[in-house]
């Protein structure tokens, strides 16, 4: 199982990112995937779901809860996140999940 996420970087408050996940080695569309986030000093915490299949069925945590928004597409295997409105507050390591499996994180910086 491989879980890489990418499109992490330097955003000035206010913008918009768009983080990509691209899984292997299990069957993508039949798993649920998560999207965590841990800010220096702070524990990894969860920030979106998004259901297997479709993907209609998605949550939030309600810091993010109309900026950010979770979609997949199963025939390329990868799990994405839309980030926008960022605050300073956004700023983390964000990670992909399922299972037991984790990625190894992307960076997101939130500065002026």
């Known amino acids: 199982v491989q879980l890489v996420e990418s499109g992490g970087g330097l955003v000035q408050p206010g913008g918009s990112l768009r983080l990509s996940c691209a899984t292997s080695?299990?069957?993508?569309?039949?798993?649920?995937m998560k999207w965590y986030r841990q800010a220096p000093g702070k524990e990894r915490e969860f920030v979106a779901s998004?259901?297997?299949?479709?993907?209609?069925?998605?949550y939030y945590d309600h810091s993010v809860k109309g900026r950010f928004f979770a979609s997949r597409d199963n025939a390329k295997n990868t799990v994405y996140l839309e980030m926008n409105s960022l605050k300073p507050e956004d700023t983390a390591v964000y990670y992909c999940?399922?299972?037991?499996?984790w990625g190894q994180g992307t960076q997101v910086t939130v500065s002026s």
């Open positions: 080695g299990f069957t993508f569309s039949s798993t649920a």
């Open positions: 998004i259901s297997s299949g479709t993907g209609v069925i998605d």
């Open positions: 999940h399922f299972g037991n499996y």
